[in-house]
T-cell receptor, first 113, second 112 residues
Framework: GAGVSQSPSNKVTEKGKDVELRCDPISGHTALYWYRQSLGQGLEFLIYFQGNSAPDKSGLPSDRFSAERTGGSVSTLTIQRTQQEDSAVYLC???????????FGAGTRLSVL | KQEVTQIPAALSVPEGENLVLNCSFTDSAIYNLQWFRQDPGKGLTSLLLIQSSQREQTSGRLNASLDKSSGRSTLYIAASQPGDSATYLCALSTGGGNKLTFGTGTQLKVEL
């Protein structure tokens, strides 16, 4: 079966532009997570969805970051007015529930020039 | 706040050697601990998951142990192979929803 799919795999944008990153979780997985991996900060949690609700968005670094999930499936992470410090690899993961193994996508590498 | 540290940061060993990667954490109130490997340009692959009530898990040449009281986990790799070369990350779940707090990683290189 298909794993977690993320698109685009690479995104280069200019400072100040908005970007949307997409995540298609494994079919049937109710939990979905976004993480960010950057050189200076390691791998950090951003937001967690259970179904379409986000009970934990404590890791979003600023109000420029938002995410939504529709139909209990696809999720999009939106970054408005991108800054150079937003450059990182954004990873998505899904799991069957809130306490099982998380399966990760290959990530989206975002470069803000 | 949970702090997760992995030692060493980098390790280079000859093929066939047995090795141990270390993970230490500051808050023992965890739900589970996972070990992942990450290959360059790819996502994370889950290797082993240990529930908080367990002491160890084994999969093939890999064995992971958990000692909550001392805030430590180890990943033992037997008879290492060049294909084991990757970055290894430990990650802890400490709350509802299972969000993970990741360690700093160990970059492993197994040489022929």
């Amino acid at each position: 079966g298909a794993g977690v799919s993320q698109s685009p795999s690479n995104k280069v944008t200019e400072k100040g532009k908005d970007v949307e990153l997409r995540c298609d979780p494994i079919s049937g997985h109710t939990a979905l997570y976004w993480y960010r991996q950057s050189l200076g900060q390691g791998l950090e949690f951003l937001i967690y969805f259970q179904g379409n609700s986000a009970p934990d968005k404590s890791g979003l670094p600023s109000d420029r970051f938002s995410a939504e999930r529709t139909g209990g499936s696809v999720s999009t992470l939106t970054i408005q007015r991108t800054q150079q410090e937003d450059s990182a690899v954004y990873l998505c993961a899904s799991s069957l529930g809130g306490s099982n193994i998380q399966y990760f996508g290959a990530g989206t590498r975002l470069s803000v020039l | 706040k949970q702090e997760v540290t992995q030692i060493p940061a980098a390790l280079s060993v000859p093929e066939g050697e047995n090795l141990v990667l270390n993970c230490s954490f500051t808050d023992s109130a965890i739900y589970n601990l996972q070990w992942f490997r990450q290959d360059p340009g790819k996502g994370l692959t889950s290797l082993l998951l240990i529930q908080s009530s367990q002491r160890e898990q084994t999969s093939g040449r890999l064995n992971a142990s958990l000692d909550k009281s001392s805030g430590r986990s180890t990943l033992y790799i037997a008879a290492s192979q060049p294909g084991d070369s990757a970055t290894y990350l430990c990650a802890l779940s400490t709350g509802g929803g299972n969000k993970l707090t990741f360690g700093t990683g160990t970059q492993l290189k197994v040489e022929l």
